[in-house]
């Protein structure tokens, strides 16, 4: 694995910490330029509350918390995929929109799954209290 910038491949605990270092990069970009981003952080913060306070058993919790940052996992790869569109340039083109579009629409439908989940496993949980 070469290093973006250009430098020989690096290996075992050097390539860990490289990842590890660019990934946070990623998360600290995503974070000061997109706002979806930042309110999808918060929407789980707020899940995360919620999980606390009311009965979710184990097994709940863990599928709503992957739904959940699953919702940001989309949410990243769409930043991505726009990010890269927009290198390529300002102007229009029907496919540069097609991808944000699907991109987007990544994004809708993550957030369709997640909030069933937590519709369906959420009134579950009223139901028992």
Do not use: Y
């Amino acid at each position: 694995m070469t290093d973006p910038q250009g430098s020989h491949p690096k290996t075992g605990l050097r390539r860990i910490i490289n990842a590890f270092s660019f990934s946070a990069n990623g998360l600290r970009k995503t974070w000061k330029h997109e706002a979806a981003f930042r309110q999808e952080v918060n929407l789980l913060l707020v899940a995360l509350v919620i999980l606390a306070v009311f009965d979710f058993n184990n097994t709940e919790r863990a599928i709503l918390v992957f739904v959940s940052l699953m919702v940001l996992v989309v949410e990243l790869l769409n930043t991505a995929v726009e990010t890269v569109v927009d290198r390529i340039g300002p102007e229009h083109h029907k496919l540069s929109g097609r991808a944000k579009d699907m991109g987007s629409a990544a994004v809708l439908m993550s957030l369709i799954a997640a909030g069933l989940c937590w519709l369906f496993i959420g009134f579950d949980v009223l139901q028992r209290s």
